[in-house]
């Protein structure tokens, strides 16, 4: 577990002591003509761990110190201390990213995050290619998460409202390297892994990262998450002008899906019959699904990229990726609690029941890409330039297979002490009837970083997006039922301006727009006219400005850096107060402050901490008669969050202790009195954890990660109506020995 994170001394020092070894070698040497002089090895300092010091990402065209807007990398080092296995877990470590429930009776499926207000679930990308489909991604084959904050629509194309991620995953490299682990922890969870780098020749490489686990969670009945994952990479030519890259990613998972438990008895919550209004919570582990239920995920992606060296700082690549996930599911939500017989409130609580109702999804997500692209440093007009500059093409489809409505009934369920045993009513197999929607996409991009001397640069980006989006559904019979079209340019720019004050420091400002086409986050067109999807209305247009400062400290171990933003969301449909007609001119308004600092205090202390305080409004935002307004908040957007995580290495120990803080989250944003809604909001919370391990040997560590250590009881998502919740893990903990061979 613990790594010898020891730098090597200075180039000073390394001076003084090849001077000192050479300057009596020398006096010796004139005296004795055959002496041998005394043999000094200079090592180059190793990579800071957490510290990361560019982006994988290619569009980026200078290093993170010198980028004109906030981005984060989380590396692997840091998901390693905290045993990370998901991304929701991963993205812990960055402020300002809440996660979200669902609808009223459904549940969200996979990794559902929204980032400073605005949601990210489209905006996942792997290795620079957006990532699709309803699945918990695991960190296993990730060699770093970057979180890119602000308007992005210049690097990505269409939406990135407020930023978004780019997973860089496990590549094959020059040298055997091998590695597993073993996981045991609570809620009877197992989990091995294995990382095989093998290099075949002088040029190429072969790597495997596999995992499997089976496990239940912490606090819930039934509940199961259990998965296989594979990443092959082949890598040929390295160190060499060409070099092709094949690699693929495979996910299975088959899990019980968890619906939640209902927020009677919480803080806020609210019901007319007094009784019920004062009735005690159930129990944290109550199930109230059926033992039925499942969530099937297969997820597979193949990549081929190849890249050549022109020479003079020119490197051309092109890389193409074919992705499919299909997601089946089958999950009991729980609706309305009854609490009536023969007409009259039931005294006896144990005897009141909740509604539940079947819900079925089967979606299918596939995806192809090409991108080209270039990258050139050169000298133009006595300015120097570094230039990224491509084309993408892009075709993806969604596709919702119908099931029917279930047969059977499904009975309610008794609301302190369900049964999942109960027979409930079933979908039969595929009716037949389909609907989806295709979008493709022909996009050309590009970036430049302009040198005007030490101090000063500029970099701009710009992407056109020729977008066709086709939403399709038919029924049972294969007749066309719904057939909306929609094709348009998009077009998304950035520029941002740096100065350095000093080598080791940058100031800098910057300006950044995306658009977000109709249908653009769910592939689906709408006929209404007060809808955002409806293909009649203009795309809605972010613009985001930041003001912010980068600084390498203690020898550039330590990175911190503090930033201002303001983002606007533009031409949200809302209704005119004098017309009563639908117009667009809602918006949403997000601002605030992020402060940051990543790298090492000393040789053998680490740290990761950020800090985001936010505030979040929507303007203009009417409906109904007369345009009321109706909105006033952003809904799940907390005002401060804080995360850290630090470790100390001591001998062969390594102490971590980690803290993240969530402010009040509100769900009530309509302005109405908080006390008649229903949950109005996710309650504030503190969360800690810690981590412990112990080098035994060079091959062999153990790490113990126990999390929630102070038992918080703490609701983690709330659905949108407020009558469901998933809390907190509870106090927990998993035992891990690593092993390299």
Same mark, same amino acid.
């Given at each position: ?96 990213? $809440? ?136 890598? $040929? ?188 009513? /079933? ?25 005007? /001397? ?15 989006? !086709? ?94 933003? !303001? ?13 009563? $007609? ?76 980690? $803290? ?82």
């Amino acid at each position: 577990m613990a790594r010898n994170r020891r730098l090597s001394p200075r180039p000073s020092a390394q001076l003084l002591a090849l001077l000192a070894a050479v300057a009596p070698a020398a006096g010796m040497a004139q005296s004795a003509p055959n002496a041998t002089l005394p043999t000094v090895t200079v090592k180059e300092a190793p990579e800071v761990p957490y510290k990361a010091e560019k982006s994988a990402n290619d569009k980026f065209t200078a290093p993170l110190l010198d980028t004109p807007k906030t981005v984060q990398i989380i590396k692997k080092e840091v998901l390693e201390e905290q045993g990370a296995i998901t991304l929701m877990e991963a993205l812990r470590n960055t402020p300002g990213i $809440t996660m979200q429930m669902g609808e009223n009776g459904n549940t969200s499926a996979g990794d559902t995050f929204q980032l400073r207000g605005f949601s990210l679930q489209q905006s996942t990308f792997v290795d620079g290619i957006r990532d699709l489909g309803a699945v918990t991604r695991d960190t296993f084959n990730l060699e770093q998460i970057e979180v890119v904050k602000g308007a992005a629509g210049a690097e990505t194309g269409r939406g990135a409202a407020s930023g978004f991620l780019n997973l860089v995953t496990k590549q094959a490299h020059l040298g055997d390297e091998n590695s597993a682990s073993v996981t045991l922890g609570t809620a009877q969870r197992k989990r091995v892994a294995a990382d095989l780098n093998k290099q075949l020749g002088n040029e190429s490489a072969i790597r495997i990262n596999a995992m499997v686990q089976d496990s239940g969670v912490d606090g819930r009945d039934y509940v199961e998450n259990t998965g296989q994952g594979l990443g092959l990479s082949y890598v $040929t030519g390295l160190d060499t002008p060409t070099r092709i890259h094949l690699y693929s990613q495979h996910i299975r998972q088959k899990n019980v899906p968890d619906g939640g438990i209902p927020s009677i008895g919480f803080e806020g919550f609210y019901n007319a019959t007094p009784a019920v209004r004062n009735a005690p919570k159930v129990d944290r582990d109550n199930y109230y699904g059926g033992v039925n239920d499942r969530e099937k995920v297969d997820a597979d992606m193949i990549t081929a990229k190849i890249e050549h060296d022109l020479g003079a700082g020119t490197t051309v690549r092109n890389i193409t990726r074919v992705g499919q996930t299909h997601m089946d599911r089958t999950l009991t939500g729980i609706n309305a609690i009854s609490t009536t017989g023969n007409g009259a409130v039931l005294a006896n609580p144990l005897t009141w029941n909740i509604s539940r109702s079947r819900q079925r999804v089967d979606q299918e997500n596939e995806i192809f890409a090409n991108q080209t692209s270039v990258n050139t440093e050169f000298n133009a007009g006595g300015l120097a330039h570094s230039l990224a500059a491509g084309v993408e093409l892009l075709h993806e489809k969604q596709t919702s297979f119908d099931h029917g409505t279930a047969v059977g009934t499904t009975p309610p369920a008794n609301l302190y002490n369900p049964n999942p045993h109960e027979a409930m009513a /079933n979908f039969g197999p595929r009716t037949g009837a389909e609907s989806g929607g295709t979008t493709n996409t022909i996009a050309l991009y590009a970036f430049d970083t302009v040198k005007f /001397n030490e101090q000063w640069s500029l970099t701009g980006g710009l992407r056109l997006d020729r977008y066709k989006l !086709r939403t399709r559904a038919n029924n049972a019979a294969g007749v066309l039922t719904t057939a909306l079209d929609d094709s348009r340019t998009l077009k998304s720019w950035s520029l941002g301006t740096t100065y350095k004050p000093a080598q080791n420091g940058s100031v800098y400002a910057a300006y950044a727009t995306s658009e977000t086409p109709p249908g653009g986050n769910n592939f689906t067109l709408s006929a209404q006219d007060n809808n955002q999807n409806n293909a009649a209305l203009d795309p809605q247009e972010t613009r985001s400005i930041e003001l912010g400062t980068k600084w390498d400290l203690l020898n550039k171990r330590l990175n911190v850096a503090a930033a201002i933003f !303001r983002i606007e969301n533009d031409k949200q449909t809302s209704t005119d107060p004098v017309t009563n $007609t639908v117009q667009q001119f809602g918006k949403t308004r997000v601002q605030g402050i992020e402060l940051s600092a990543v790298g090492q205090i000393t040789n053998f202390w680490q740290i990761s901490a950020g800090l985001a305080k936010t505030s979040t409004r929507q303007i203009d935002q009417r409906s109904g008669t007369n345009g009321v307004t109706i909105t006033d908040g952003v809904r799940w957007s907390p005002d401060l969050t804080l995360t850290l995580w630090t470790s100390y290495q001591l001998d062969k120990w390594t102490m971590g202790f980690g $803290t993240r803080y969530v402010s009040e989250q509100k769900r009530v944003i309509n302005g109405a009195n908080p006390a008649t809604q229903n949950v109005p909001n996710i309650p504030s919370y503190w969360v800690a954890d810690a981590m412990l391990g112990y080098q035994i040997n060079d091959k062999v560590s153990l790490r113990l990660n126990v999390y929630n250590l102070f038992d918080e009881e703490y609701l983690s998502v709330l659905n949108n109506g407020g009558s469901r919740l998933t809390l907190g893990v509870p106090r927990s903990a998993m035992l891990t020995a690593n092993f390299k061979f």
